[in-house]
Nanobody
């Protein structure tokens, strides 16, 4: 089991930027064995996969964030990041980090989850 801790959430104006971080610990496997992802859940909505990154660094994005968000990873620090630019009010959500074994936005492939960090974007 991997323990994941997100940070970097907060409030921003529309058009602004935020950067989220997620640090992993506790696994008997090396961090770069995992595919890692960012998911979000808005009030009243289902959780949505928005960005995932393979152990080799290849990313995959949901259409809703493509061109605005960038996922990256630092395997030496056991950390992934989500740089969010051109934020919109509809990006307001709880953002979760997850670890899994498939380069897919489908959450069924991710078995370890963080507690989440709130992002609020005002117009």
């Amino acid at each position: 089991e991997v323990q994941l801790v997100e940070s970097g959430g907060g409030s921003a104006q529309a058009g602004g930027s935020l950067k989220l971080s997620c640090t992993a610990s506790g696994s008997g496997r090396t961090f770069d064995d995992f595919d890692m992802g960012w998911y979000r859940r808005s009030p009243g909505e289902a959780r949505e996969g928005i960005a995932v990154i393979g152990f080799g660094g290849s990313p995959l994005y949901a259409d809703s964030v493509k061109g605005r968000f960038t996922i990256s990873r630092d395997n030496r620090r056991n950390t992934i990041y989500l740089l969010m630019n051109s934020l919109k009010p509809e990006d307001t959500a709880m953002y979760y980090c997850a670890a899994g074994r498939a380069l897919s936005l489908g959450e069924q492939w991710y078995q370890d989850w963080g507690q989440g960090t709130q992002v609020t974007v005002s117009s």
